[in-house]
C-alpha cells in the first residue's frame, strides 16, 4: 500500500507528445479511474507509472520514493494489460505462478505458491481452469487469469488498463459489480483505465478526465456529473450525451435559435452554449402544469420527432422551434408526433462558453432565474 | 466450406477455355526443364545428347556419380562435396542464427535514429550482386589464408543467409505484442529473461522458416564457392558442374543425376519441416 | 406504430418462406445455418435481425442479397421471386459491415460506380443529391484510406442508397462508430429511412441498437426465428427465456421458482404476485428485468407481498443506480435498478435488508424445460 504521485509527467513517442505534463495525487488506498477517449494517453499514464516506457520527463512517485531509474520489477506494482498478455504458451497455473517463481517478488516455496494460486483462483471462480491454456479460454476467463496474475502477487499498486473492454455488456456489468466486491481491491491503491463512463462512476473514489494527454478535470463522480469543467467532461458522461444548444445572451438572459430561454450567470453576455442532460428532463403535456414554477424550472415546448426504445426507457428527439432536444422518459404514453413540454431545474442547466462546432468550451455556470425586471427592460 | 459468389467466379465460355489453354500450356513450358533434367539422368551416356523421349532409363548415372569413378572424372569427390555443402550452409544457418534473432529482436523492438537506414543496409547485402564483391574477397581470403576452407565458406554465405534471417525475423518480433514481455518485466524478470521465456517460444515458426529459406538460398549458391574454394572443399554446386568438363568430356546425363542428387536434401528438409513452413511463410501467425 | 408510404412508391414487400441454408463441407457433418425461416415485411418497414453471432442473421441477410445460394426456400420481393437471380438483378441495396469500398476511387466514384455499371442516366444528380442528404458533400473528393471508420460508414451506407433499392439490407451499420457517433447516424438512418420508404433488413448484434431502430424486430438464434414482434413486444412479452436474456441491459435476472396460489415463491425469499391462469405448484423459471423491480427499505412493507434481500453491491451511475441483491435460498443475484435522482433518498447501501416487489405483468415466468413462455 502506497501513494502514488505523478508530477510533470511528460512522454513522447517519435513526434507527438503523448502526455503534456500530468500532475496528479493519489492517495493510499484509493480508487482513481482515468477516462478519456482512445488515444488521450491512458495507456502510456498507466505504462510510465510500471516504468515500461523510455525517455519519460517528470516524475512518478510510489510511496514517497521516487521512482526515476527504478526498473519496473522494483517499483511494487502490478499491471493488467487490455490485451491481457497472458503467457500463450504456459497454462493458466503457470501464467499466475510467473511473478512468483521470478524470484524478485519474494522467495515462495511450491507449496506457498500454490496456496496463493487457489486463493485468488477461488476468489475469480477460475479454479477449474488451472490446466487450460489461454487459447482455450473464453474472453471472460481470460480476463479473469490477467487479473489472477495481479492479485496473486504482492503489490503497492494495481494498474489496471481496460480491464474489462473486451467483454460482452452483460458479463462487463456482472464484472464491474464483482470488481468492488474484491477486498485487495478496495484495500491497494488501484489507478484504473477506462473509456467507459459507467465503470468510472462505479468504481472511482475519484475520476480524472484525460484528452489529448491532458487531464481535463479531477474529482469525485459527483463532481464531475454536476459541475463538469467543461463541454468534454459534460459529453464524456451520460449516454445520450448532453444536449448542446447554442445560445446568445443579451442582459442577462441566453436566448437559443428556437427561443428557448435561460438566465445566465451576472456578467456573461455573447454568444454562449447551453446544456442540458437527456436524463434530467421530465415531460408534461403542453398546457397541463402551465409554468406556474418557472422560477426553478425551465420548460421548453416541441414536437416528439423520432421515439425510440431503449429497453424500459424511450429516447425521444424533440424538435422545439428549431433547437434539437434528446430526452429520456420512462413514461411510455408518448408517441412521434405528440406535442409535449419538458422541464428541467435550472440547477440543471449548464452555461458553457462558446466555441465551433466540434470544439469544447468551458463551463461557466449553471441556469439563473430570469429576473422579471431584466426582461421588461 | 462457405460457398459465396467471389468476383473470379464465372461460367464457362469459350474465352475462358481459351484463357485456361494458354495457363496450361504456360505450366508445361515452365515445368519443361526440370521433366527434361530428370529424362537425361536416366539415360546413358550414348542417349544423352538424343532428343528422343524413347530410350531405356537406367538408374547407373547416380551410381556414377556417388562412385570413385566420378571422383576420376571430375577431380573431386561428389560425396565429400555433398558433407562440404552440408558443414558449410548448416553453419552458415546456425551463425546467422545466432547473430540474427537478436539483431532482429531489436530491429523489431527498437526505434531509433536511422534504425531503419541499418535495416536496409542489411537488406541491401541480398540485393548486391555477389559478382561485385568476389574479387576483393579473393584477395582478402588468400591473404587470410582461409582460402578454400569451411571456416571461409561459412564466413562468405553469411551475405546470403543473415539478411534473409533478420529481414524474417524483425517482422516476426514486430507483430508480437510487446505487452507480453512488459508483462513478464512487471512480473520480476530481467530483460533478458523475459526474451527467452516469452518472446523466443513465440517466433519459433519464424525460426524455422527462415532457416529452411537461407539453408536453401546457401545451398544453392555457386559463385562464392566457384571462387573462393579450390579442391579440397568443394560444395556440390560447384561439383555438379565438373561433370560437364573443362574443355574434356561433357557427361550431360551425369550433371543431372548430380544435380538431382544435389537437390535432395533441401526438399528433404523443406518437408520435414512443411507444417512450421506454412505457418511461417504467412507472416504475422504469431496473432492467434 | 405506422408505416408511411412513400412517395417515390418504391418500397416493396419482402416475405422469407421456409428459407433454409445448410453448408455441406466434404468430409465434414453438414452445417445448417438457417433452419427454416418465415418473415413478411412489409412495404417501408424497418426489421431488424437480432442475435448473438453463428444465429444465422447475416446468413439470411446474404441470400436476401444474393450473395449466398439458398438450399431451400422462397425470397419474394414484391410479386417477384428472386431467389435464382443474381445479386445485381434482385433490386436490393446492400451495406456491408467491412464497407466494402473501392480503395483507389474517390467517394464520389465510390457511389457513381454501381449507377455506372447500370448505365443509369444523370449519375452526378443523383450522387450529389445523396451526398447532400447524408451531409457528406465535402467528403466527395477523397479516397476512403483518408476517411474516419463514421465517414466510411456513412459513405457505405450512401452507396447502398444511391440506387434507390427498393430493398436496403444493411449488416451491422453502426457497429464501427464510437458510442456518441451511434447514437447520431442511429438517429440519422431512421429519418432517412421513413423518409425514402426502403423496405429495410438491418443486421445487428446489439439489442438496444435493434430496440430503438426497428418498426419489429426478428430475433434469432440457432438458425431459428425465435420472436417477430414490434419493440415492445419483444422487451415487455418476451417469447422465451433466450428472448428475455437477450434483450435488455442490464440482463433479466432468471431464477427457479415454483408457483402458487396466484403468486410465485422464489427460494426463500419470498413470493411475488403472478397474473391469473398460471396452474398451481409448478417449477418456472421467473425472469425479472433490473426497470421493473422496485426496492423498499425492509420493515417498510409488512404486507409480506416481495421478495426479501440483501445488498451485495449499489452502484450509482448518477443517471440511475444498480443494486445487485443477494436472494435467501437463490444462488443467482438479482439487479434491480434504483431510482437516483430523487432527492434526499436515502441510497441502499451494502448489507442493506430490503424488499422487491413487481408488478404481476412485469413477473415473467418461463418453462424451465422448453424455455417458452408460460
Known amino acids: 500500500m502506497a501513494t502514488l504521485t505523478l508530477s510533470g509527467l511528460t512522454a513522447r513517442y517519435d513526434r507527438t507528445t503523448a502526455l503534456h505534463g500530468l500532475d496528479l495525487e493519489i492517495a493510499d488506498g484509493e480508487f482513481f479511474v482515468l477516462l478519456g477517449p482512445s488515444g488521450a494517453g491512458k ?79 477461488t476468489t475469480l471462480g477460475i479454479d477449474h481452469l488451472l490446466k487450460r491454456f489461454p487459447r482455450e479460454l473464453s474472453n471472460g476467463q481470460r480476463q479473469r487469469t490477467a487479473l489472477g496474475r495481479v492479485l496473486v502477487r504482492p503489490a503497492d499498486v494495481y494498474l489496471l488498463d481496460e480491464p474489462l473492454s473486451h467483454l460482452d455488456a ?45 487531464l481535463v478535470q479531477v474529482g469525485t463522480p459527483e463532481e464531475l456529473w454536476t459541475e463538469p469543467a467543461d463541454t468534454f467532461v459534460a459529453r464524456s458522461l451520460g449516454q445520450p450525451e448532453m444536449n448542446l444548444l447554442d445560445a446568445t445572451a443579451v442582459d442577462g438572459v441566453a436566448k437559443t435559435a428556437g427561443g428557448v430561454e435561460v438566465g445566465v450567470p451576472a456578467g456573461v453576455s455573447g454568444p454562449v452554449r447551453i446544456g442540458i442532460r437527456p436524463r434530467d428532463l421530465t415531460i408534461g403535456t403542453v398546457g397541463a402544469g402551465g409554468s406556474a414554477d418557472g422560477a426553478d424550472r425551465l420548460t421548453i415546448a416541441g414536437r416528439v420527432v423520432l421515439a425510440e426504445r431503449l429497453g424500459r426507457a424511450v429516447e425521444l428527439s424533440v424538435d422545439a422551434h428549431g433547437d434539437r432536444i434528446i430526452v429520456v422518459t420512462t413514461d411510455q404514453k408518448v408517441h412521434e408526433d405528440d406535442t409535449v413540454e419538458l422541464s428541467v431545474e435550472r440547477s440543471a442547466v449548464h452555461i458553457f462558453a462558446a466555441a465551433e462546432p466540434g470544439q469544447d468550451s468551458e463551463r461557466i455556470g449553471a441556469a439563473e432565474p430570469i429576473r422579471v425586471a431584466e426582461v421588461e427592460r | 466450406m462457405a460457398r459465396e459468389l467471389r468476383p473470379g467466379q464465372r461460367k464457362y465460355s469459350p474465352g475462358s477455355i481459351a484463357a485456361d489453354a494458354v495457363l496450361v500450356g504456360w505450366f508445361i513450358f515452365s515445368l519443361f526443364p526440370l521433366v527434361w533434367m530428370v529424362l537425361l539422368s536416366l539415360k546413358s551416356r550414348s542417349e544423352q545428347i538424343s532428343t528422343y523421349f524413347a530410350f531405356t532409363p537406367t538408374l547407373e548415372n547416380f551410381g556414377t556419380v556417388l562412385s570413385d569413378e566420378g571422383t576420376r572424372l571430375t577431380s573431386v569427390n561428389f560425396t565429400e562435396a555433398l558433407l562440404t555443402s552440408v558443414i558449410n550452409c548448416v553453419g552458415a544457418v546456425i551463425v546467422s542464427l545466432v547473430i540474427g534473432i537478436p539483431a532482429a529482436y531489436a530491429a523489431g523492438r527498437w526505434k531509433y535514429r536511422g534504425s531503419n537506414d541499418v535495416m536496409f543496409t542489411i ?90 529459406l537461407a539453408f536453401i538460398f546457401a545451398w544453392n549458391n555457386y ?27 561433357a557427361y550431360y546425363n551425369l550433371t543431372a543425376a548430380a544435380a538431382l542428387i544435389a537437390a535432395l536434401p533441401p526438399l528433404l528438409v523443406a518437408l520435414s519441416i512443411q507444417r512450421y513452413l506454412v505457418r511461417g511463410l504467412s507472416f504475422g501467425a504469431v496473432k492467434s | 406504430m405506422t408505416v408511411t408510404a ?153 452507396r447502398a442508397l444511391v440506387r434507390n433499392p427498393p430493398v436496403l439490407l444493411l449488416d451491422e451499420p453502426l457497429s464501427h462508430l464510437d458510442a456518441a457517433q451511434r447514437q447520431r447516424v442511429r438517429r440519422e438512418l431512421k429519418v432517412l429511412q421513413r ?4 423496405t429495410t433488413i438491418v443486421v445487428t448484434h446489439d439489442q438496444q441498437e435493434a430496440l430503438s431502430l426497428a418498426d419489429r424486430m426478428a430475433v434469432m438464434d440457432a438458425g431459428l426465428i425465435q420472436q417477430f414482434g414490434t419493440p415492445d413486444e419483444v422487451f415487455d412479452r418476451p417469447a422465451n427465456r433466450f428472448v428475455a436474456d437477450f434483450v435488455g441491459e442490464p440482463a433479466i435476472a432468471l431464477v427457479d421458482g415454483r408457483t402458487e396460489a396466484g403468486a410465485v415463491r422464489i427460494g426463500d425469499a419470498g413470493a411475488l404476485p403472478v397474473p391469473d391462469g398460471i396452474a398451481n405448484g409448478k417449477d418456472v423459471v421467473v425472469g425479472l428485468r433490473p426497470q421493473d423491480c422496485h426496492l423498499t427499505e425492509s420493515g417498510a412493507t409488512e404486507s409480506g407481498a416481495g421478495l426479501r434481500a440483501t445488498v451485495r453491491v449499489f452502484e450509482n451511475l448518477l443517471e440511475f443506480g444498480l443494486a445487485t441483491l443477494d436472494l435467501p435460498g437463490v444462488d443467482v443475484p438479482l439487479v434491480v435498478q ?8 436515502r441510497l441502499p447501501e451494502r448489507g442493506d435488508t430490503v424488499t422487491v416487489a413487481a408488478a404481476p405483468d412485469r413477473v415473467h415466468l418461463f418453462d424451465p424445460t422448453s424455455g417458452e413462455r408460460l
Not at chain 3, 39 to 63: F, H, N, Q, Y
Not at chain 3, 195 to 198: N, Q, V
Not at chain 3, 338 to 345: A, F, I
Open chain 3, 6 to 158: 412513400t412517395e417515390t412508391g418504391t418500397a416493396q414487400r419482402l416475405r422469407l418462406s421456409s428459407l433454409r441454408k445448410t453448408y455441406t463441407a466434404r468430409g465434414r457433418e453438414p452445417f445448417e445455418a438457417v433452419k427454416g425461416i418465415d418473415l413478411d415485411i412489409e412495404p417501408g418497414e424497418l426489421v431488424a435481425l437480432l442475435g448473438p453471432s453463428g444465429c444465422g442473421k447475416t446468413t439470411t441477410l446474404r441470400m436476401i442479397a444474393g450473395l449466398e445460394t439458398v438450399t431451400a426456400g422462397e425470397i419474394k420481393i414484391g410479386d417477384r421471386s428472386v431467389g435464382d437471380l443474381p445479386p445485381g438483378k434482385r433490386g436490393v441495396g446492400v451495406g456491408f459491415e467491412s464497407y466494402a469500398l473501392y480503395p483507389p476511387l474517390t467517394v464520389r466514384e465510390n457511389l457513381a460506380y454501381g449507377l455506372k455499371a447500370r448505365r443509369a442516366k444523370d449519375v452526378a444528380q443523383r450522387v450529389d443529391a445523396i451526398a447532400e442528404r447524408l451531409e457528406m458533400t465535402e467528403l466527395l473528393g477523397l479516397r476512403p484510406a483518408n476517411l474516419s471508420s463514421g465517414q466510411k460508414q456513412r459513405v457505405a451506407l450512401a
Open chain 1, 43 to 121: 495507456t502510456t499514464t498507466l505504462k510510465c507509472v510500471a516504468g515500461l516506457i523510455d525517455d519519460v520527463g517528470g516524475e512518478v512517485g510510489i510511496g514517497g520514493r521516487s521512482m526515476t531509474g527504478v526498473e519496473p520489477y522494483e517499483r511494487g506494482v502490478a499491471m493488467a494489460f487490455e490485451s491481457y498478455a497472458l503467457y500463450p504458451q504456459k497454462t493458466v497455473e503457470e501464467n499466475l505462478a510467473s511473478p512468483l517463481r521470478s524470484g524478485r517478488l519474494g522467495s515462495w516455496t511450491p507449496a506457498q505458491q500454490a496456496e496463493r494460486i487457489k486463493q485468488v483462483t
Open chain 2, 123 to 212: 537488406l541491401s547485402f541480398r540485393f548486391a550482386p555477389e559478382l561485385m564483391v568476389i574479387v576483393p574477397l579473393f584477395i582478402i581470403y588468400n591473404q587470410l589464408g582461409i582460402f578454400d576452407t569451411n571456416v571461409g565458406m561459412i564466413w562468405v554465405l553469411q551475405l546470403v543467409t543473415m539478411p534473409l534471417i533478420v529481414w524474417i525475423l524483425r517482422s516476426y518480433f514486430q507483430d508480437m505484442p510487446a505487452e507480453l514481455e512488459q508483462a513478464a518485466l512487471l512480473d520480476g524478470y530481467s530483460r533478458k529473461r523475459a526474451f527467452l521465456m516469452v518472446a523466443l517460444p513465440l517466433v519459433r515458426p519464424g525460426i524455422a522458416a527462415s532457416a529452411l
Open chain 2, 223 to 249: 559463385v562464392f564457392p566457384l571462387i573462393l574454394t579450390g579442391s579440397r572443399h568443394t560444395p556440390v554446386t560447384v561439383a555438379v558442374t565438373r561433370f560437364l568438363g573443362g574443355g574434356g568430356q
Open chain 3, 338 to 345: 434504483v431510482d437516483v435522482t430523487v432527492r434526499d433518498r
Open chain 3, 195 to 198: 423518409e425514402f420508404g426502403y
Open chain 1, 170 to 214: 452483460k458479463l462487463r456489468a456482472a464484472m464491474r459489480a464483482e470488481l468492488t466486491q474484491l477486498g485487495e481491491m478496495s484495500d491497494t491503491t488501484t489507478l484504473y483505465v477506462t473509456h467507459d463512463y459507467q465503470e468510472a462512476l462505479a468504481l472511482g473514489n475519484r475520476i480524472g478526465v484525460l484528452r489529448d494527454g491532458k
